[in-house]
C-alpha cells in the first residue's frame, strides 16, 4: 500500500512552534537523534541548544564544533586528560592563544563558564578576548594550589576581565581562604556586581576566618546568595560567633539563600551522639537579629557542629521575620521544638517549609516530629539524621501527617531507627514517594528471613491545613493517646477518638494494609558499612520497586582488621530484581584499606573491590559512577586488575565514570564494552595526586585508550 505523500507530519508545524518543541526537550540522545532527521531539524536543534559540555580530549580542541553558536552554558572542566591545564596537551605547532580565541568564536554567547584551572595561565588565556556576556564562572580544581603562586593570582585575571561578573563558583576549587579577600578589595566594581557566592571548597581544613568573612561580605554588599564553609568551634582563632553572623545581616541585607557549614561537616562523622564537646558562641539574640536582618530568606543553611541550645524562640522569630523562607537544615541545634503543648512552637511554626534536615538534634523526640508534622505541613523533602531520640512511632505519625506533599526521605544515624524500622515508618506513603535515604542497618535480618508490612493506613481528618494547631479542641495528650504514643486509661476517651478522628482504608486494595510496592519511587540512596552485604534489601521492605531508575551505594569503613568475607559477593546481583534500574553511583571512596602493604592474613584492596563488584555484570546498568577504595597512607585511589574485569562485564554500559586512576593495560579491558561511548578518569578528591605514574597522570597512555576507544564502531 502506497503512502499519502500529501499527510500532514510534524515537519509543517511552522518554525516558531518548532523551536519551542526542540526547547523543551532536555536529553541529550534525544536530541542528538532529532538533529539527525533533516537538515532543518539540524538547525532547530542547534538554534535551541543552550548548554553543551566538551568531553573531548585537550590535544584536539583545534578541531572543537562550530555549530553550536546560541550555546550559552559551556562546561570545560571534563576535557581529558582530565585533570591538566586545557592547553598543556596542544600540539607544538598549536598557539595556545589561537585556540582560546577559536573557543571565543565557536561560542560567542557564552554567559555561564565552567573550567578546570589547574593554574592562573588557563584563566589568562581563555580571557585574554573575554566574554562579553558572561555573568557565571565555575573554577574547578583537585589538585593542590601551587604553593609558589602569589596570594590571588587564580582570581586576578577573572576580576580584571569580567569586571560584570554576577555568580561565582568555588566549591570545587583548591585554593586558600587568604587568597579571595584582598582581590575582592581591589577590584571593587567587579565585588559590588556579585550576586552569587559558593564558597563551600572541602579542602577546607578551618575554612574561612571571621575576618575574611566580614571582609568578604563587605566588599559583596548585593550579594543574594552566599554559600561559606567556616568553623564554628571557639577553641580555634577566627572561629564564627556572634560578631561574624551580625556583620553577615548588617552587609549583605539582600540575601535570599545563607549557607553556614563547619568544615568537620564534611566529613559525615556517623558516631555523634547529638551533642558536642563545646558549645557554639552563637546567643538567642544574635540568631534573632540575624533573621530580623534577612527578611528575604528563602533557604538558610546552618551546620553548626557545636551545641546551639534553646533555640526554640530564635526559629519562632525566623518564621515570623523570614516569611518566603522555603528550606531549612540545622545542625546540632537543640530545643528546636518544645512541644509542651497542643499549641505549636519553635520550628513548627515554619508553615511555608518545602524542605526541611534537622541533624544532631540531642533532644529531638517523637513527640517533637510530630509537632513539626502538623505545624510544617507542606513539606515536600525531610531530612533526619543522628537524632536518637526518634523512634518508627514517631516518625510514621509525621509521615502520616504529611502524606498529601512529601516525597523525598533522607533518615540516618538514627539508632532507633534500623532499615526495617525506616521503611515500615514510611509505608503510609510508599505509594508516592520519588526520593530515598536510608541506612543498611540489618540488625540480625538475613536474606532468607520473611517479613509481614501489614499495618492500617490512618490520616487525620482536620489536620491536614496548615494551621491546625488547635487540635480541632483535643488536647494533646488525647492526640497522642489516639496514636498509641501515651496510654489512655479511659476506654470511653478512647472511643471518643475513634469517632473523632476517622480510619481510612487503603483506597488501592481497601483491606486497611498497605500494599508492597513503592510505584513512583525513582533514586534509592543506601549507606552500608564495609563487611556487611546487601543482600537483605529486598527482604527488608524494598522487594518491589518497579520505576527505580537511579541507585547510590556508600560503603564507609576500615577493611584494615575486618576478617575475610563468608561470602564470594558485596550482593550487587540482588538489585536485578529492579527492571528499570540503569544508573548507578558506587561510592567505596571512604573504605580504607592496604595496596600493597597488607599484613598476612589481612586482604589488600583489590580483594576487596573483587568483593564489592561481584555480580555487577548481571545488571542492565547504563550509566556507572565507581569510587574505588583508597589506601589513606599513600594517598592513592586506583582502580584494581580484578575490578577492571569485574567491570567489563557490564555489557550495556555507555557511560563509565571512574573517580580515581588505573593503568593503561586496565583500561583496555573496558574497550571490549560493546556499545561504550564515554569513558573518564577522574581524580577528584583533595590533594589530588601531581606526580604519580598513573594513566590519569600519562597524557600518552589516555590519549592512546580515546583513540582506541573512538576508533570501534557504535550501533547507536
Given at each position: 500500500m502506497s503512502g499519502n505523500i500529501?499527510?500532514?507530519?510534524?515537519?509543517?508545524?511552522?518554525?516558531?512552534?518548532?523551536?519551542?518543541?526542540f526547547a523543551a526537550v532536555s536529553d541529550t540522545r534525544t536530541r542528538n537523534s532529532l538533529s539527525l532527521v533533516c537538515g532543518s531539524f539540524l538547525r532547530l536543534e542547534r538554534r535551541t541548544r543552550t548548554s553543551l559540555t566538551l568531553r573531548?580530549?585537550?590535544?584536539?580542541?583545534?578541531?572543537?564544533?562550530?555549530?553550536?553558536?546560541?550555546?550559552?552554558?559551556?562546561?570545560?572542566?571534563?576535557?581529558?586528560?582530565?585533570?591538566?591545564?586545557?592547553?598543556?596537551?596542544?600540539?607544538?605547532?598549536?598557539?595556545?592563544?589561537?585556540?582560546?580565541?577559536?573557543?571565543?568564536?565557536?561560542?560567542?554567547?557564552?554567559?555561564?563558564?565552567?573550567?578546570?584551572?589547574?593554574?592562573?595561565?588557563?584563566?589568562?588565556?581563555?580571557l585574554l578576548s573575554p566574554w562579553p556576556e558572561l555573568r557565571h564562572v565555575r573554577l574547578v580544581r583537585w589538585h593542590q594550589r601551587p604553593p609558589t603562586l602569589q596570594p590571588g593570582s587564580d582570581f586576578a585575571a577573572l576580576f580584571s576581565h569580567c569586571r560584570n561578573l554576577s555568580s561565582l563558583d568555588l566549591s570545587a576549587f583548591y585554593h586558600w581562604p587568604e587568597d579571595l579577600p584582598p582581590v575582592l578589595s581591589a577590584n571593587p566594581a567587579a565585588a559590588a556586581s556579585l550576586r552569587?557566592?559558593?564558597?563551600?571548597?572541602?579542602?577546607?581544613?578551618?575554612?574561612?576566618?571571621?575576618?575574611?568573612?566580614?571582609?568578604?561580605?563587605?566588599?559583596?554588599?548585593?550579594?543574594?546568595?552566599?554559600?561559606?564553609?567556616?568553623?564554628?568551634?571557639?577553641?580555634?582563632?577566627?572561629?564564627?560567633?556572634?560578631?561574624?553572623?551580625?556583620?553577615?545581616?548588617?552587609?549583605?541585607?539582600?540575601?535570599?539563600?545563607?549557607?553556614?557549614?563547619?568544615?568537620?561537616?564534611?566529613a559525615n562523622r556517623r558516631d555523634n551522639d547529638g551533642f558536642a564537646g563545646e558549645d557554639a558562641r552563637v546567643s538567642r539574640a544574635t540568631l534573632v537579629a540575624l533573621f530580623s536582618g534577612l527578611p528575604l530568606l528563602e533557604e538558610l543553611v546552618l551546620d553548626v557542629c557545636k551545641n546551639v541550645r534553646e533555640s526554640s524562640f530564635a526559629l519562632e522569630v525566623l518564621s515570623s521575620k523570614c516569611p518566603k523562607l522555603r528550606v531549612l537544615k540545622?545542625?546540632?541545634?537543640?530545643?528546636?521544638?518544645?512541644?509542651?503543648?497542643?499549641?505549636?512552637?519553635?520550628?513548627?511554626?515554619?508553615?511555608?517549609?518545602?524542605?526541611?534536615?534537622?541533624?544532631?538534634?540531642?533532644?529531638?523526640?517523637?513527640?517533637?516530629?510530630i509537632e513539626i508534622g502538623r505545624g510544617c505541613s507542606r513539606l515536600v523533602r525531610f531530612e533526619l539524621k543522628g537524632c536518637k531520640h526518634v523512634t518508627e512511632k514517631g516518625l510514621r505519625t509525621m509521615v502520616c501527617l504529611l502524606r498529601r506533599t512529601l516525597i523525598d526521605v533522607k533518615v540516618s544515624c538514627c539508632v532507633n531507627l534500623d532499615t526495617v524500622a525506616s521503611l515500615r515508618a514510611l509505608e503510609p506513603i510508599r505509594d508516592r514517594i520519588e526520593r530515598l535515604h536510608?541506612?543498611?542497618?540489618?540488625?540480625?535480618?538475613?536474606?532468607?528471613?520473611?517479613?509481614?508490612?501489614?499495618?492500617?493506613?490512618?490520616?487525620?481528618?482536620?489536620?491536614?491545613?496548615?494551621?491546625?494547631?488547635?487540635?480541632?479542641?483535643?488536647?494533646?495528650?488525647?492526640?497522642?493517646?489516639?496514636?498509641?504514643?501515651?496510654?489512655?486509661?479511659?476506654?470511653?476517651?478512647?472511643?471518643?477518638?475513634?469517632?473523632?478522628y476517622d480510619l481510612e482504608?487503603?483506597?488501592?486494595?481497601?483491606?486497611?494494609?498497605?500494599?508492597?510496592?513503592?510505584?513512583?519511587?525513582?533514586?534509592?540512596?543506601?549507606?552500608?558499612?564495609?563487611?556487611?552485604?546487601?543482600?537483605?534489601?529486598?527482604?527488608?521492605?524494598?522487594?518491589?520497586?518497579?520505576?527505580?531508575?537511579?541507585?547510590?551505594?556508600?560503603?564507609?569503613?576500615?577493611?584494615?582488621?575486618?576478617?575475610?568475607?563468608?561470602?564470594?559477593?558485596?550482593?550487587l546481583s540482588i538489585l536485578a530484581c529492579y527492571p528499570q534500574l540503569s544508573k548507578m553511583q558506587l561510592d567505596c571512596g571512604d573504605t580504607r584499606?592496604?595496596?600493597?602493604?597488607?599484613?598476612?592474613?589481612?586482604?589488600?584492596?583489590?580483594?576487596?573491590?573483587?568483593?564489592?563488584?561481584?555480580?555487577i555484570g548481571t545488571l542492565s546498568l547504563n550509566e556507572l559512577h565507581y569510587w574505588p577504595p583508597q589506601d589513606e597512607d599513600v594517598n592513592q585511589r586506583s582502580l584494581s586488575l580484578p575490578a577492571a574485569g569485574l567491570l567489563q562485564e557490564c555489557d550495556t554500559l555507555r557511560k563509565l565514570f571512574i573517580h580515581g586512576t588505573t593503568h593503561e593495560h586496565f583500561m583496555n579491558f573496558f574497550l571490549k564494552i560493546p556499545n561504550l561511548r564515554d569513558v573518564q578518569l577522574r581524580e577528584d578528591y583533595y590533594p589530588a595526586p601531581g606526580n604519580d605514574m598513573s594513566t590519569e597522570m600519562r597524557v600518552g597512555s589516555c590519549s592512546r585508550f580515546e583513540d582506541a576507544l573512538n576508533r570501534r564502531q557504535i550501533c547507536d
Open positions: 500529501d499527510a500532514t507530519t510534524v515537519s509543517h508545524l511552522p518554525e516558531e512552534i518548532l523551536c519551542k518543541v573531548g580530549n585537550a590535544r584536539d580542541l583545534h578541531r572543537i564544533p562550530t555549530s553550536f553558536l546560541h550555546v550559552t552554558h559551556l562546561d570545560l572542566s571534563f576535557i581529558s586528560p582530565w585533570g591538566h591545564a586545557l592547553f598543556c596537551s596542544s600540539s607544538a605547532t598549536a598557539d595556545p592563544r589561537l585556540l582560546a580565541l577559536r573557543l571565543r568564536d565557536a561560542f560567542p554567547r557564552v554567559t555561564s563558564l565552567s573550567v578546570y584551572a589547574r593554574d592562573p595561565t588557563t584563566l589568562q588565556l581563555l552569587r557566592l559558593n564558597l563551600l571548597t572541602r579542602s577546607f581544613t578551618e575554612g574561612f576566618k571571621s575576618n575574611e568573612i566580614e571582609s568578604i561580605t563587605s566588599s559583596c554588599p548585593n550579594l543574594e546568595h552566599l554559600l561559606v564553609a567556616c568553623i564554628f568551634d571557639p577553641r580555634y582563632l577566627g572561629f564564627v560567633g556572634d560578631d561574624t553572623l551580625l556583620a553577615i545581616a548588617s552587609n549583605c541585607p539582600k540575601l535570599t539563600l545563607l549557607h553556614l557549614a563547619d568544615t568537620s561537616s564534611f540545622l545542625g546540632q541545634f537543640h530545643g528546636i521544638c518544645l512541644a509542651l503543648g497542643s499549641r505549636l512552637d519553635g520550628i513548627a511554626l515554619c508553615q511555608g517549609l518545602r524542605s526541611l534536615s534537622v541533624n544532631n538534634c540531642e533532644d529531638l523526640d517523637d513527640m517533637g516530629l536510608v541506612d543498611c542497618v540489618w540488625n540480625g535480618l538475613r536474606e532468607s528471613d520473611s517479613l509481614g508490612h501489614g499495618f492500617l493506613n490512618f490520616d487525620l481528618n482536620g489536620l491536614d491545613e496548615p494551621c491546625s494547631s488547635d487540635l480541632n479542641g483535643a488536647d494533646s495528650a488525647e492526640f497522642m493517646d489516639y496514636l498509641g504514643v501515651a496510654e489512655c486509661e479511659n476506654p470511653s476517651k478512647r472511643k471518643r477518638q475513634r469517632c473523632k482504608v487503603d483506597e488501592s486494595n481497601g483491606s486497611g494494609y498497605y500494599g508492597k510496592s513503592w510505584d513512583r519511587l525513582q533514586y534509592l540512596s543506601l549507606w552500608i558499612g564495609v563487611g556487611d552485604l546487601l543482600t537483605p534489601l529486598p527482604v527488608a521492605g524494598l522487594e518491589d520497586c518497579p520505576n527505580l531508575e537511579e541507585m547510590r551505594i556508600k560503603v564507609e569503613g576500615d577493611c584494615r582488621g575486618q576478617p575475610k568475607p563468608v561470602e564470594s559477593e558485596f550482593g584499606g592496604y595496596v600493597l602493604t597488607a599484613p598476612s592474613g589481612q586482604m589488600d584492596l583489590s580483594l576487596w573491590e573483587r568483593f564489592f563488584l561481584n555480580g
